[in-house]
């Protein structure tokens, strides 16, 4: 048995998981998909999210497959850099992969933040429908903040076993687009899904296979 901790998206909360549980534990996995806090009455920051996972991830001596998907993907980075030796596998599903010191915003080129202008700290974005109503009924706002903090400020999280996955069909102007770029690049490795940028949703099957694969091959499994 391993344990997984799957940290959600953007406008999303730990329900944007449920088509990828039932998957995982028929194979006998322990899951965990906290809803990180939505609350504008509560002044948002990263730091705040990344103490709400750690919460989750301290919780338990097991070794534990973090999982992050897009906006996630940083939540589950601060915090690996925080408490490392809490997480035995990190992987970034269609997530911005900001460098040592850089924020999800620095992932922007700058022609784009120049163009089209950051928006103030203290705003929330509204969600865009998915055209599922299921899904667009548990939609809420997303704080912006979180973006502008520094996610991992000394590079320890760069420094762990970790899974970069991007997807194939996100489309231009998500971060996560911008980040495959830069792996292009540069010739970083990463595996590539045949899969929405909202995956989670659209291809479970696709994401419970890809995280029972990489369990398989990255964490030790116990009784």
């Known amino acids: 048995m391993a344990r997984f901790v799957l940290v959600h998206g953007a406008f999303r909360g730990g329900w944007a998981w449920d088509r990828v549980r039932p998957s995982l534990e028929a194979a006998g996995h322990l899951i965990e998909t906290p809803t990180l806090s939505s609350d504008q ?8 999210w990344t103490d709400e996972l750690l919460a989750v991830l301290e919780s338990s001596q097991d070794l534990t497959l973090l999982v992050g998907h897009s906006q996630g993907g940083i939540v589950a980075l601060a915090a690996a850099a925080a408490a490392p030796l809490t997480v035995g596998h990190l992987v970034l599903l269609d997530s ?9 915003a620095d992932v922007l080129p700058l022609e784009i933040r120049r163009a089209y202008g950051d928006p103030p700290r203290e705003a929330w974005i509204d969600p865009t429908p998915t055209g599922d109503p299921g899904v667009d009924a548990r ?10 903090d520094v996610v991992d400020p000394d590079g320890v999280a760069a420094a762990l076993p970790t899974t970069y996955v991007f997807c194939s ?6 971060p996560a687009a911008y980040s ?3 792996f292009d ?5 990463y595996r590539l899904l ?16 890809l995280i029972l694969d990489l369990a398989g091959q990255h964490l030790p499994f116990s009784t």
């Open 169 to 174: 069909r996100t489309p231009d102007g998500v």
């Open 96 to 104: 911005p992969v900001p460098l040592a010191g850089q924020s999800a």
């Open 180 to 182: 495959r770029q830069r």
């Open 41 to 48: 009455h509560v002044p948002a920051s990263l730091s705040l």
């Open 139 to 148: 939609l809420v706002s997303a704080p912006v903040a979180p973006a502008y």
């Open 194 to 209: 045949d899969a929405d940028h909202d995956a989670p949703l659209r291809q479970p099957e696709l994401v419970s296979q």
């Open 185 to 189: 690049r540069e010739q970083l490795n």
